[in-house]
């Protein structure tokens, strides 16, 4: 593998929203800096910079990951998931955000973006979630407003309703 310089630049391709992207990125640019200064996509939040807050949260093939502890170079061929992708369409919201508005699961927001790409993961691969493993989940994430009571309340009514889709279609 050829050693990088820490102040050249390199190409990055990676599936970003479900779009071929290539940019280029110092070896050393966070992958949160990268999503917001050189893509110009600002959903993705920047809190404590050292993975503790969750509001970097962005998927990584499929994964959940922190945006702050990733590398812009570390994505490279990889597929990544930003805020921007999890409403359905423009105009539109996806089930979870729905349930975000409905129960006022947010106030500042800060902490919103990162939390609902965590609970999309989370409720994909668990369609059946109690308040307890939820609130365990959600201990991984910082919200200084809401109290986590209807972040709580609206990701069991998004799982719900995500069941009853399921079970419809």
């Given amino acids: 593998m050829p050693r990088l310089s820490a102040t050249s630049r ?5 599936v970003l929203n479900g779009r071929s992207t290539t940019a280029d990125a110092e ?28 509001a970097c949260t962005i998927h990584i093939d499929g994964q959940p990951a922190r945006a702050c502890l ?14 921007e992708d999890l409403a359905p369409e423009p105009g539109r919201l996806s089930v979870l955000q729905a349930a975000f508005r409905r129960h006022h699961a947010l106030q500042c927001g800060f902490c919103t973006p990162g939390m609902l790409m965590s609970l999309d993961a989370y409720l994909a691969a668990n369609p059946e979630p109690d308040e307890a493993e939820l ?28 069941r009853e889709d399921t079970a419809n279609a």
């Fill in 10 to 14: 390199h190409a990055v391709s990676f």
């Fill in 135 to 162: 609130r365990k989940y959600l201990s991984g994430h910082l919200c200084r407003c809401t109290g986590y009571v209807p972040i709580v309340a609206a990701a069991l009514d998004a799982a719900k309703r995500l």
């Fill in 27 to 54: 070896p050393r640019m966070l992958l949160t800096d990268f999503l917001r200064h050189v893509l110009g996509l600002t959903g993705t939040h920047v809190g404590c910079e050292h993975g503790v807050c969750g």
């Fill in 70 to 83: 990733t590398l812009a170079v570390q994505v490279d061929g990889a597929s990544v998931r930003t805020i």
